[in-house]
C-alpha cells in the first residue's frame, strides 16, 4: 500500500495564454488531495467498481502508469472540484506519484508528463501548468524558452514547455470561490476558436504573455504593488477573451479596497479569483459577504510527496 499526496495550485498570471505557447506563473497552495493504492480483486475507487466515464482522471492515470494487476484507489480532497485550484491536477498526480511509488519510486520529471498526458487526453487540449505545479509545488514558470532554474521539458506534438522553479517570497493570498463550477475543456476550447478568428484576441494574449514576463520581475523584488497592477490587467484582459464571469467581477471589486490587486484564477467561467493583500482577514470578509467562499491559502508548499499511511488519511 502506498499514499501520496499533491497540492492544489493557483494560476498568479498567464492562463488561457500558456495553451498558446506563452509562459505562466503558478504556484502550488496549502489545499491537498491524498491518494491511496492498495491491492485489489478489481479496479476500485473508493470502494466502488471503477468506472472510466466517471473516474475519468484516475482510469486515464491507469492507462498511463499502471499496468499491473487490480487495484484499489482511495483519494480524499481538501480542493473542491471545479473551482480552478487544479483539483483534477492535483488527483492526477497524487495518483500517478501512487502508481509510481508502488512500483519503485517517486520521480518527479517521469510523474509530471505521465500527469501531463492524462489532463490532456481528459480535457482534450491542455497545458502542463497545473501539473508541473502540483509535482514540483512551490512556484513554477513555465516558458518556450530554457531559462535559469530549469526543471525539465514537457513536449506534446508541435508544442514544447520548459517548466522552470520559481523561489516564491511571504505573499499573503485569498481565494475566492464562487460555487459555480466550470469545465475547462469548452473555456480552452471557446479561447481557440476566439483566437482564430479575432485579431483583439491574438494581442490580449500577447499581451498577457508580456505580464507574465513582468510579473516574475516583480516577484523576483516582492514587489507587491507592481503585482497587484499587473493582476488587475490581467483579470481585464482574461474578461476581454471571454473567459470572465460577472460573479468575479463582482468578487475583484468587493476585494479591491484592501487588496494589491485582484483576478480570476484558472479556466473561468466561474470557479475562483485571487487577491493578493497584506491584510486576509478583511478580504476574507469582504468575500463572505457578497456570497462568496473565501479560503486564505499560503503558497509555495511542498509538491507530491510519499504520505506515512494512517498520520494523512482522514
Ligand atoms: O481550470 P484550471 O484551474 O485547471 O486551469 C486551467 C488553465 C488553462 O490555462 C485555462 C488551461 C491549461 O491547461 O493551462
Avoid at 506534438?157 to 485569498?174: A, D, K, M, T, Y
Avoid at 463550477?181 to 490580449?204: F, I, N, Q, Y
Avoid at 487577491?275 to 478583511?282: G, K, V
Wanted: aromatic share 4%; hydrophobic share 40%; net charge neutral.
Amino acid at each position: 500500500m502506498v499514499t501520496c499526496s499533491a497540492p492544489g495550485k493557483m494560476i498568479l498570471f498567464g492562463e488561457h495564454a500558456v495553451v498558446f505557447g506563452k509562459p505562466a506563473l503558478a504556484l502550488a497552495i496549502n489545499l491537498r488531495i491524498t491518494s491511496t493504492v492498495k491491492g485489489a480483486n478489481q479496479y476500485s475507487v473508493n470502494g466502488h467498481p471503477m468506472k472510466k466515464r466517471h473516474h475519468m482522471y484516475i482510469s486515464a492515470a491507469l492507462d498511463e502508469a499502471w499496468g499491473g494487476p487490480p487495484i484499489n484507489i482511495d483519494t480524499s480532497s481538501e480542493i473542491p472540484s471545479g473551482s480552478g485550484l487544479g483539483s483534477s491536477a492535483a488527483v492526477t498526480v497524487s495518483c500517478v506519484g501512487a502508481m509510481m511509488a508502488h512500483r519503485g519510486g517517486l520521480e518527479p520529471e517521469k510523474i509530471a508528463l505521465k500527469s501531463f498526458l492524462v489532463e490532456n487526453k481528459v480535457q482534450g487540449r491542455a497545458s502542463p501548468t497545473d501539473t508541473s505545479t502540483s509535482t514540483h509545488g512551490q512556484g513554477i514558470i513555465v516558458s518556450p524558452e530554457k531559462v535559469d532554474n530549469f526543471l525539465w521539458r514537457i513536449e506534446n506534438g508541435q508544442r514544447c514547455w520548459n517548466i522552470h522553479h520559481c523561489e516564491v517570497p511571504r505573499l499573503h493570498f485569498v481565494v475566492g470561490y464562487t460555487r459555480i463550477h466550470a469545465s475547462t475543456g469548452p473555456l480552452v476550447a471557446g479561447v481557440k476558436r476566439l483566437v482564430d478568428s479575432s485579431p483583439e484576441a491574438v494581442r490580449a494574449i500577447d499581451r498577457i504573455g508580456e505580464i507574465v514576463l513582468e510579473g516574475v520581475d516583480a516577484m523576483a523584488h516582492s514587489d507587491k504593488k507592481r503585482l497587484g497592477e499587473l493582476m488587475d490587467e490581467n483579470h481585464t484582459l482574461l474578461n476581454s477573451i471571454q473567459v470572465g464571469h460577472p460573479e468575479l467581477d463582482r468578487l475583484v471589486e468587493a476585494c479591491r479596497p484592501f487588496s494589491y490587486g485582484a483576478k480570476l484564477t484558472g479556466a473561468g467561467g466561474g470557479g475562483s479569483m485571487i487577491a493578493l493583500t497584506d491584510n486576509p482577514s478583511a478580504v476574507a470578509k469582504a468575500i463572505k459577504e457578497t456570497g462568496s467562499e473565501p479560503i486564505i491559502v499560503d503558497v509555495g508548499v511542498e509538491g507530491v510527496r510519499l504520505e506515512d499511511e494512517g498520520t494523512t488519511r482522514k
